[in-house]
């Protein structure tokens, strides 16, 4: 038998419940990357539990996804939607819940994966109070966030002094991208230990349907010109960057162009509101007869939806990975994304796509243009962009280098728990 059989470990995402729809406001990357990473690594042999608060008394307390990897909905204040930057007062609510769920079953997790900055404090107690040992992924860095935002929350310098103590103490901090990583060390703390693993994604998923059938589904035509944005609505995507974007086109007025926009939202949350927003500037701009508003695209249709995109754009201001850009990678369509962060890292300029500065609308309309204008080198950048995604970002590849990070660690407690032995 694998000797990891016989191993736990918890999954700790608080905020970004794995076992919820995907593309609403609080609900992208991260859902992803801690359902993903815990289904995978259940099937390397792990006993995977994925812990998330509970936020509607009709969720289930605890969701079976496949054997050995489960989420487990613990109770942290009311048991309603609350937006992350009101959160942290829960915490202590959080941690007492996942002590309790712990002495109920008889189960003592020695290794804890935190993912955000409000789980990091979570298994930062459960390293003081019971020694388990802590990896941490940000999904999003203060330091780097707040840079690229107007107004500061409340919440800002709490945030940040997590993220410093964080990266000082967890046994291994988990980078998506060396320039994450980077960002840790100049602008965080010079001191702790950084990994970079990557985010992945499902290969066998995105890429198997072609452009012309995926168009044949989705009722559009051979000829159109389609440009697609899909993400969360939040400003720091910068959708509205894209949109004026098409609005210079020199396609603009071919009525072929297509601009499809997907993402869900919730009328009157703050999702719900930077979508009207969006509408607005469509309207305004006279866009609305060729742009398409889809809402949530759920995981099943949305392969088809990168699949008949001449072009995905990822305008965001910020992005500390990006799944969306490797998703559509995956499925053979280039993409143009800002020259930030993790896209630098995905995205090869002139390869697999191409990077355009941030808010920079004129440059964004450039690089889609010389996409659109030539066919051919659309096919030749998604080709490349597919095999960089097969060999750099699967799940299967990531959750293996996690799975050895993580017998790593844990070996290191059995052999700091071993009595010395003296030579004779
Ligand atoms: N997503 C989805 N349906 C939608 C919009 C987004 O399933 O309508 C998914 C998308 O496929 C991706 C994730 O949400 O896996 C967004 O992750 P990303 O890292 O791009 O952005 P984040 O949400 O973390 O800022």
């Known amino acids: 038998m694998n000797s990891r059989t016989e191993q736990r470990i918890a999954l700790i995402s608080v905020h970004g419940d794995p076992a919820i729809e995907i593309g609403k406001e609080e609900a992208g990357g991260q859902n992803v990357y801690v359902r993903q990473v815990g289904e995978a690594l259940a099937q390397l042999g792990w006993q995977v539990d994925m812990f998330t608060r509970k936020v509607s008394t009709e969720q289930d307390t605890i969701v079976q996804h496949r054997p050995n990897c489960r989420t487990i909905r613990l109770e942290a204040g009311a048991v309603e939607f609350v937006p992350r930057d009101n959160l942290f007062g829960n915490l202590p609510e959080f941690v007492d819940n996942f002590l309790e769920f712990q002495r109920l079953n008889g189960i003592t997790y020695p290794l804890i994966h935190t993912n955000y900055w409000l789980s990091s404090w979570v298994g930062m107690q459960l ?3 019971q020694g388990s040992k802590q990896v941490h992924t940000y999904h999003s ?3 780097v966030k707040y840079n690229t935002i107007k107004t500061i929350p409340l919440i800002a310098s709490t945030r940040l002094a997590v993220e410093k103590e964080v990266l000082e103490t967890a046994e291994r901090i988990v980078a998506t991208s060396p320039q994450e990583k980077e960002h840790m060390r100049s602008l965080v703390s010079t001191k702790g230990n950084i ?3 990557p985010c992945g994604t499902d290969i066998e998923q995105f890429g198997r349907i072609s452009r012309q059938a995926a168009r044949v589904q989705l009722g559009l035509n051979p000829e159109d010109k389609v440009v697609m944005y899909v993400g969360r609505f939040d400003p720091r995507k910068g959708i509205e960057t894209l949109v004026r974007a098409v609005g210079k086109s020199q396609f603009r007025g071919d009525k072929h162009l297509k601009l499809i926009i997907g993402g869900g939202s919730r009328p009157g949350q703050s999702d719900g509101m930077e979508r009207e927003r969006i509408e607005g500037i469509v309207h305004e701009l006279g866009m609305s007869d060729f742009t398409i508003f889809t809402g949530r695209l759920s995981q099943e249709i949305l392969p088809s939806y990168y699949a008949a995109a001449d072009v995905c754009v990822v305008p965001s201001h910020y992005e500390p990975f990006g799944l969306v850009a490797i998703e559509a990678m995956a499925s053979n369509t280039p993409v143009v994304a800002s020259d930030v962060g993790g896209l630098q890292f995905t995205v090869v300029s002139e390869e697999t796509g191409l990077l355009a500065p941030p808010q920079d ?8 243009d010389r996409i659109l204008a030539n066919p051919q080198w659309r096919d030749k950048l998604g080709q490349a962009a597919r095999r960089r995604v097969e060999n750099k970002f699967s799940w299967n590849g990531v959750a293996t280098q996690l799975s050895e990070l993580y017998t790593q660690l ?6 700091e728990e071993e009595p010395v032995l003296l030579s004779s």
Not at 361 to 368: L, N, Q, R, T, Y
């Open 127 to 129: 390293k003081k109070i």
């Open 141 to 143: 860095l203060g330091a």
């Open 195 to 197: 990994d970079i693993i």
């Open 361 to 368: 609308e004129d440059a964004f309309a450039v690089a889609i």
């Open 410 to 415: 844990l070996q290191a407690k059995v052999q």
